[in-house]
Every structure is written in structure tokens, then in C-alpha cells.
């Protein structure tokens, strides 16, 4: 995780007095080549993660790979690339792809290897990103979503949340306004990487048929359609004509919806 120094960097973390109390790994005196301790050691040696992923690609296994860091994303997809074959639908994820380079998102999209973007990290905590850990150009990259739909279709990727990385119970809407803004909660007028901003329509897709795709069943889910479960909701608003610095405080669930029986929710916080 970026927040600990432990995500497999390809440049050192910032040193300053957050990451030395945090006892993040120190960067090298320049003009030094970093070595890779001082920039997040990898869990997996190359062998034994290609014994791994071998492993459950002979056996027909969907893999998914928490990577986080150019240098873990390079491990985990030059791994995927000697696994798969031209054509193969495995849809094999890249969990997290934190500071994911477009080098790396165009051999996603070649590969079709997909990625789950965790963009929510900005809305709590881009600007210690930002100004203490990794500075403003590898920030602007944090899960850069606008530059992923170049090389893979929207209806592919996903936007998950993830705890204990964030306080609170879910909140998909916050998730969506990150995608969209790229704004922290307490500060509108800072945007992290304008270019990686995504619409709302790309957003919602990315929370909906995109993560049904992913796991296999978006001829069940993800969408309303005929032949498909009716698992939906029913929202205040309609987040197209919310402001989208508001998505997180002005939209809520009135009620939902799983396979067309209404649960009444109403009812459960009377």
C-alpha cells in the first residue's frame, strides 16, 4: 500500500518528516540508481509468482492479482503474458493497479488482462499523496481511469472500494464523484490529473456491468435488461443531472431492488 511504503514503486517515496515517522523506505543519496528496498518490496519473487499463476491458469482459475506500483504491475503482466494466449477470455484482473503507467493499461487492453481501479484512495487521502508520499506526478496517475478507456472499453473495467483503507460503511456514490472529479472530499477546486477524469455515465458503468463483466456474469447482472435479474435501485435523483461534486451528498438510495422483489427498506429504519 502506498499509505505504508510497501507498494513496488519504480522511484522512491518522498522523504520528509511524514514518511520517515511512518518509517517509510528512504530513497537513495543521488545520483544512485534506486535499489528496489528503497522504493517497496514486491511480495513474490518472479518464480514464485509464475509458479503461482501458472498454476491456477493451467487449472482454468480466474486470477486476480493485487498489484500496486509500476514495478509490481510489470512483475504480475509479464507473468500474464507468457500465461495467455491471443484470443483467451480468462478475464484475469489487476486488483488496485496503483500509479498503473499507460505503457502498462495498452498492454492490458492487448492482452485482455482488466483492471479494477481502487480511485476512492484519492477522495480521502490525494493530497498527503500529493504533497507528502508520492508527489504530484505519480498522484495524478493514481488509478488514471481517463487514460485506461483509451485502450479498454469502459463496459471491462471496474471501481471497487476496499476496507479497512477508508472509514465508514460503503458509499458507492463517493467512489462514482472520485471517478469523476478526481477531487478529495474537502477541497473541490483540487483536481488529481484533469486527463484521468471519466463521466458519469462511465462511472456508473464502471460500478455496474463493468464488475459484472469481470466475474463472468454480465449476461445475469450489471445492466437492466431482458433475461437478466432486476436487481436495481431506486435513487433520489438522477445522478446525470446532480452536480458532480455532490454525487456523495445529494443522491440516496430510496429504495432496492434483487431479482424484482422489492426489500422494502423503507420499513427497516422506521
Known amino acids: 500500500s502506498p499509505h505504508c511504503g510497501t507498494s513496488a514503486l519504480s522511484e522512491p517515496y518522498l522523504d520528509n518528516e511524514m514518511t520517515r515517522r511512518l518509517a517509510f523506505p528512504p530513497p537513495p543519496p543521488p545520483p544512485a540508481i534506486p535499489d528496489p528496498p528503497k522504493c517497496g518490496i514486491p511480495n513474490w519473487s518472479n518464480d514464485k509468482l509464475f509458479e503461482i499463476m501458472k498454476n491456477l491458469h493451467d487449472k482454468g482459475k480466474q486470477i486476480a492479482v493485487h498489484a500496486h506500483g509500476e514495478r509490481a504491475i510489470d512483475q504480475t503482466l509479464n507473468i500474464f503474458k507468457q500465461l495467455m494466449k491471443p484470443g483467451d477470455d480468462r478475464r484475469h484482473r489487476l486488483e488496485h493497479a496503483g500509479f498503473i503507467t499507460e505503457d502498462q493499461l495498452k498492454l492490458c487492453g492487448e492482452l485482455g488482462v ?148 422489492c426489500n422494502c427498506i423503507k420499513n427497516m429504519f422506521k
Do not use: C
Open 114 to 261: 482488466l483492471p479494477s481501479f481502487f480511485v476512492y484512495q484519492l477522495y480521502f487521502y490525494g493530497k498527503s499523496f500529493y504533497n507528502n508520499i508520492v508527489g504530484p506526478e505519480r498522484t495524478n496517475r493514481w488509478a488514471p481511469m481517463g487514460t485506461a478507456v483509451k485502450y479498454i472499453d469502459i463496459g471491462k473495467i471496474s471501481i471497487h472500494e476496499d476496507h479497512p483503507s477508508f472509514p465508514g460503511p460503503s458509499w458507492p456514490f463517493a467512489n462514482i464523484k472520485t471517478a469523476v472529479t478526481r477531487t478529495q472530499r474537502d477541497d473541490p477546486n483540487m483536481v488529481f490529473g484533469k486527463e484521468n477524469r471519466i463521466t458519469v455515465e462511465q462511472a456508473i458503468k464502471a460500478s455496474t456491468i463493468g464488475p459484472a463483466y469481470q466475474l463472468f456474469r454480465d449476461d445475469e447482472i450489471g445492466s437492466l435488461e431482458v433475461g437478466k435479474f432486476a436487481d436495481l435501485v431506486i435513487l433520489s435523483k438522477n445522478p446525470y443531472k446532480v452536480d458532480p461534486l455532490k454525487l456523495d451528498s445529494d443522491i440516496e438510495v430510496v429504495e432496492t431492488y434483487i431479482g424484482g422483489r
